[in-house]
């Protein structure tokens, strides 16, 4: 509802403060209003009942003890109380006049508003002076020998009782301020703190072989309903992963023997046989038996890796001759392509390792590099010493990765979304190469390149 209030990155807490900011303010101003203009009207209905309430007093004052009386009562008064007066005799001649200090600037009327007819008859009058900040409240009255007595009065003490209250509500409105903001932290440490926690705890889950969880101590209910649902549909998903891995490791091991054997005894008819179309149909089964091997030879290689328990033939191997050799042999298939291959040199380097199984990680690399770079693309092998050991890197100009695969592609069936439907491949090239790479104490990985793109890496350490 209050989305497009605010920048899309604004971060929510600071969402949260100024819509609670701005909601007291506007509650504040509504009150102060509100309350103000009450209490203006209220102090206008006083004033003038005063006025009116004053005038019969002095009139019977004067009726009582006559003018003498009225000076009398009229230098008593107080400063701010102090009322103004006028006696105007029945001929319009003003008889007597006691017009305070404060009272002089306004210009007091000559004449009622209406007449005034008989003894005991009113009027009033409000009346503003330029320069002057209160509003002179001015009554008459007809008294027994047909004299008109005025009297006025500002509405100065009005003005400060009402000055008095706004002073305290502005305190409360303050003071309501500080504490709408003790939503703000009961969101910030019960609801966006196990928010972040998440974050982390996914981040942390994408991790290949990651047991991470979401936890959340001191959320609020629906938060840690939430992270129990999703640990326990994780829980589930893993012992899936894991039971479906053990029945592909136990396959593959069962596999191997089998394959061994039909792979003999083709072999055995492909040799004997004097029919050709027999012979020919023995070589597309062997072709079919390679490929059925070749993938029992990678679950187990991976499986083995997996596990710390892949066997290295190791061996000094000189790494620009083993290269260089490879991307000679890939060069063909890159041109068939109309892709770009090269080989940017390095430091000559050896290294104690598996040379087949590099040769193999290598090729992994450049196989997906050769499969997902657009025609017209150019594909970089080089190499740089790191340490007492390589690194090893495949640049290519293809599509790149989607930030939220970069680790998952490394999982075994995982295939980012850039393969396209007649891309080959069942997702396991990638889970190789880094099997490989861990097995030698190394590591394998992968990024976007500045521009398009993406390369990827795999560090031999020295043995």
Not at 82 to 89: A, K, W, Y
Not at 107 to 112: A, L, N
Not at 208 to 228: D, W
Not at 403 to 416: D, F, H, M, Q, T
């Amino acid at each position: 509802m209050f989305s497009k209030l605010w920048p899309e990155k604004l971060p929510s807490p600071w969402r949260l403060s100024l819509l609670m900011v701005l909601i007291v303010l506007v509650i504040n101003l509504m009150i102060l209003t509100f309350v103000r203009i009450a209490v203006t009207q209220d102090m206008r209905s006083v004033n003038r009942s005063r006025i009116l309430d004053s005038l019969l007093q002095h009139a019977a004052l004067y009726t009582e003890g006559g003018l003498p009386m009225l000076k009398k009562v009229s230098k008593a008064g107080q400063p701010l109380s102090r009322n103004g007066l006028r006696v105007v005799g029945a001929t319009g001649v003003v008889v007597y006049e006691d017009i305070p200090e404060p009272l002089r600037p306004y210009p007091w009327p000559t004449q009622p508003l209406r007449t005034l007819v008989g003894k005991g008859d009113m009027d009033q009058q409000e009346i503003t002076a330029d320069g002057q900040p209160f509003l002179l409240y001015v009554g008459a009255i007809r008294l027994w020998d047909g004299s008109t007595l005025w009297l006025g009065r500002t509405d100065a003490q009005s003005r400060h009782y009402l000055g008095n209250i706004e002073r305290h509500l502005w305190f409360a409105g303050l003071t309501a301020s500080l504490m709408a903001f003790l939503p703000v932290m009961w969101y910030l440490h019960d609801v966006l703190r196990p928010i972040q926690s998440f974050i982390i705890s996914a981040e942390r889950m994408r991790l290949p072989g990651s047991t991470t969880r979401l936890r959340a101590p001191g959320a609020i209910p629906e938060l840690k309903v939430l992270a129990s649902v999703v640990n326990t549909g994780l829980d589930q998903i893993q012992a899936l992963t894991r039971e479906l891995q053990s029945t592909n490791d136990f396959l593959a091991h069962e596999l191997r023997t089998p394959l061994a054997r039909i792979r003999g005894n083709l072999e055995h008819l492909h040799d004997e046989t004097d029919n050709d179309k027999a012979r020919e149909a023995a070589a597309r089964g062997l072709e079919e038996i390679d490929r059925a091997t070749q993938l029992v030879q990678t679950l187990l290689t991976i499986r083995a890796g997996d596990h710390a328990a892949l066997r290295l033939h190791r061996q000094i191997t000189s790494l620009d001759s083993l290269l260089s050799n490879l991307v000679e042999l890939f060069i063909p298939a890159a041109e068939d392509r109309r892709l770009v291959l090269k080989l940017v040199p390095g430091l000559s380097l050896t290294l104690n390792m598996d040379r087949e199984l590099l040769t193999q990680a290598v090729s992994n690399l450049l196989d997906n590099a050769l499969a997902y770079t657009p025609a017209g693309g150019q594909i970089t092998v080089r190499w740089q010493g790191e340490g007492t050991g390589a690194l090893i890197t495949v640049d290519d100009t293809g599509p790149g990765l989607h930030p939220g695969e970069v680790e998952v592609i490394w999982e075994r069936y995982a295939r980012g979304t850039a393969a396209r439907p007649k891309t080959s491949g069942m997702g396991l090239g990638l889970s190789l190469v880094r099997s490989i790479a861990m097995a030698h104490g190394g590591y394998a990985g992968a990024q976007n390149r500045e521009g398009g793109g993406s390369t990827f890496w795999i560090h031999i350490p020295g043995a």
